[in-house]
């Protein structure tokens, strides 16, 4: 059985720099027309020229037939100035990303809070350019399952009453109450799901021994959770697309006592998201979220390629080169349904 869709983008990618980006680059390339690549470097790309440098280094570690497009966010802090917002957009880059202050890896430059950056919001909000969120609040006190539901009700809202008009999304959301608050909001405000969140819950992570590689941020939560970002992604509701949220790092920093966050899936991406749709009967659902709704959320063109799903299931390989490392992929060793590829002609 085949299934031809439009080739999708990745809205929402780390790649990292130097050995480690030359090790992953080509597989989101292989399959993706575009991606948004996530900031968070160390340390991390909060002016223009990081961002144009950045992107240099991407075009140059690609395979030279490569027609991959790579999209740059700036990573704002507390001392981002609407200068900085001007000369961004000035240099094609696309979206400015929020860390909440200490969130995730390499958040530590990250904004500290929320008001420190108003200026620059209302900036973004006048210039239509997109704010990208990670949603989870950084007190300790709050436990690690409830950061996204705080967030929302003690900060998202409150960007999203303050700034009407700013284009958010929404970063690999996690919860019902993530899905409801996106589903409610203006259609300004849309959200990236990965496939982690959609084939897995926190049960695959802690039952029968822990499995660092089901970490992430924000952590899997529980089963009704999953069941709600299912449904989000296959309800053909536009403010619901692909956003991997790859996130590689070696296998011996993921298989550590004090772990890294981060699920590696940009191998074999799109046939994650068609296992999770399939196993929700809509594979008809999936070249509208991984393909259309994030290109027309960000008002830029469809790809105008395609990409090639077959039923054919293969065995998710144990590992892959990384820099000097390895680095294990999300489902190692597990049973895919869907095989994809690539190919140059226009959509039928
Ligand atoms: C990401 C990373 O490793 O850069 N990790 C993760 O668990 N998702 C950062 C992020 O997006 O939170
Ligand atoms: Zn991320």
Redesign the pocket.
């Known amino acids: 059985m085949q299934f031809k869709i439009i080739q999708p983008d990745d809205w929402?990618l780390?790649v990292r720099n130097g050995k480690a980006l030359k090790s992953v680059i080509s597989m989101t390339a292989k399959q993706m027309g575009r991606a948004i690549i996530?900031p968070?470097l160390n340390p991390p790309i909060t002016n223009a020229k990081d961002a144009c440098a950045y992107r240099e280094e991407i075009l140059t570690a690609l395979p030279n037939d490569s027609t991959f497009k790579p999209l740059m966010v700036l990573y704002l802090t507390n001392n981002t100035t609407p200068k900085d917002i001007q000369e961004a957009i000035d240099n094609d880059v696309i979206a400015a990303k929020l860390?909440p202050a200490g969130?995730?890896?390499?958040?530590d430059s990250g904004v500290t809070n929320i008001k420190n950056i108003y200026h620059t919001l209302e900036t973004m909000q006048t210039l239509n350019m997109p704010l990208l969120i990670?949603g989870e609040v950084t007190d300790p006190k709050i436990d690690i399952f409830d950061r996204e539901a705080v967030f929302i009700d003690q900060i998202l809202t409150q960007i999203v009453h303050d700034f009407p008009e700013l284009k958010i999304v929404f970063?690999?959301i996690t919860t019902q109450n993530a899905v409801d608050f996106v589903r409610e909001s203006s259609n300004k405000i849309a959200a990236t799901i990965t496939p982690q969140h959609l084939l897995n819950n926190r049960n695959d992570m802690l039952v029968g021994g822990i499995k660092p590689h089901f970490?992430?941020?924000?952590i899997l939560k529980r089963a009704k959770h999953q069941t709600a970002l299912i449904t989000a992604a296959t309800s053909a509701n536009p403010k619901f697309f692909l956003g991997t949220?790859s996130?590689?790092?070696a296998k011996h920093d993921k298989e550590s006592a004090c772990g890294?966050?981060?699920?590696f899936s940009a191998p074999h991406a799109i046939e994650l998201y068609a296992q999770a749709f399939d196993q929700a009967q809509a594979m008809d659902k999936l070249e509208a979220f991984a393909s259309k709704f994030g290109a027309d959320f960000y008002d830029l063109p469809r790809n105008t390629t395609t990409l090639t799903l077959e039923k054919h299931p293969w065995t998710v390989p144990d590992e892959y080169k990384f820099g000097n490392s390895v680095i294990v992929p999300f489902m190692a060793g597990k049973t895919l349904n869907w095989t994809s590829n690539t190919t140059l002609s226009p959509p039928s």
């Open positions: 929402h780390h996530m968070n860390y969130a995730t890896t390499n958040s990670h970063e690999h970490y992430c941020l924000p949220d996130a590689p790092h890294c966050a981060g699920v």
